[in-house]
């Protein structure tokens, strides 16, 4: 079998990994992939290295008729039986050009985030025709692409996977040097893009309450994006200098998720299936984490981890609290919240679950 996947992304975020994660495991499995991606984007670089077959295609946008023509060259020029679409503006390209170069490869288009396609008439528009399967990484996006108006039929389920030898043997020791954080202190971690949906003000805002029951405690928000100079701004007047540190945006995630004692996820919406929540119980850490989107499918309330209110700082202060407090029962979760990961977020499953969609597509024609 024959894939070509399209991601039009210019950062490096978990859908971009998964692309990545998919191409190494269809080639292993003995298909063939190749990647199109912007040029010199970190998922380019990472193509590259991981020896994928890429191409590198400036894609300005949706509406590119430049790039949609490269790509219906590329597909006359190759006779590939699935295009699989990973982001929205990848979607449109990716349908069109299938169109104009006449290819009768089956088109698949990914979902990993649960807003509303409604939002925009066009983008509602481009849901409905053209895509002979979709794949949703939750059952939280299913739900909500049905409610928009795309036939259950043409929605298939594949959770996110995770490496786990990328995490075999990784340490972030190096962290508590470079900042300055004693061995006996207890590390809060969130790992995200710096987003409204993300929820960073909510967790900001349950800081002060955690540190007047624990003062030895240090939060550390790990990524960058739009709301950078408002979320430092809220810390500041919140006097959280010494409590919360932001890194920016670090290559180094692995160590940092070694580095830290708790991970904490605030998202209030746009969550599929939560990369860096997996990979943080694939290190063994113990979770405290909001009820939105797909992460209900991942974490099983005091059993796994610890599920909280969205947008609600005092529930997610009262949860960091309960981990900290009950060190034991913290344990068991992080031992079960691996064994959750081994189980049923493997890449393994879910480049053979992928595979699956294929190849019932496939026999469809």
Same mark, same amino acid.
């Given at each position: ?108 288009? !990914? ?20 895509? #002979? ?37 990784? !340490? ?11 061995? !006996? ?43 950078? =100079? ?10 959280? #200098? ?15 998720? #070694?580095?830290? #004692? ?52 005092? =529930? ?50």
């Amino acid at each position: 079998m024959k894939t070509l996947h399209i991601n039009t992304e210019r950062t490096w975020r978990g859908g971009e990994q998964q692309t990545v994660f998919l191409a190494k495991g269809l080639m292993k499995l003995g298909h063939k992939a190749a990647i199109v991606c912007q040029p010199a984007s970190p998922l380019a670089l990472k193509a590259k290295e991981e020896q994928i077959e890429t191409y590198e295609l400036k894609m300005r946008g949706e509406a590119d008729v430049i790039a949609i023509l490269k790509l219906a060259f590329l597909l006359k020029q190759n006779d590939y039986d699935v295009v699989h679409m990973h982001t929205s503006h990848a979607h449109t390209l990716g349908v069109l050009a299938v169109l104009f170069s006449g290819a009768k490869a089956k088109k698949v288009v !990914s979902r990993r985030v649960d807003f509303s396609i409604r939002k925009h008439y066009t983008s509602h528009l481009k849901y409905l025709w053209g895509v #002979d399967k979709y794949i949703a990484v939750s059952e939280a996006i299913k739900d909500v692409l049905i409610k928009d108006g795309i036939p259950s039929e043409k929605i298939a389920v594949v959770h996110s996977g995770v490496d786990l030898s990328r995490f075999n043997g990784t !340490s972030g020791d190096y962290l508590r040097r470079e900042f300055d954080v004693n061995s !006996s202190t207890f590390v809060v971690g969130n790992v995200a893009h710096l987003a409204d949906h993300k929820g960073h003000e909510y967790l900001i805002k349950a800081i002060p309450m955690v540190v007047r029951e624990f003062p030895d405690v240090k939060f550390f928000i790990v990524g960058d994006g739009e709301l950078r =100079s408002h979320l430092h701004g809220l810390a500041n007047k919140l006097n959280l #200098d010494d409590r919360l540190i932001f890194t920016g945006f670090r290559k180094d995630i692995p160590q940092f998720l #070694d580095f830290f #004692d708790l991970f904490v996820l605030a998202s209030h919406s746009g969550e599929g299936i939560c990369n860096a929540v997996l990979e943080a119980m694939a290190m063994g850490k113990p979770i405290v984490a909001t009820a939105a989107g797909g992460t209900p499918e991942i974490i099983e309330d005091g059993v796994n981890g610890i599920l909280v209110s969205a947008r609600n700082p005092e =529930s997610l202060a009262k949860g960091i609290i309960s981990i900290i407090h009950h060190r034991n029962i913290a344990k068991k979760l992080a031992e079960n919240g691996r064994q959750t990961v081994e189980t049923r977020f493997s890449v393994e499953k879910m480049v053979c679950k992928t595979v699956d969609v294929y190849m019932e597509l496939m026999l469809d024609k």
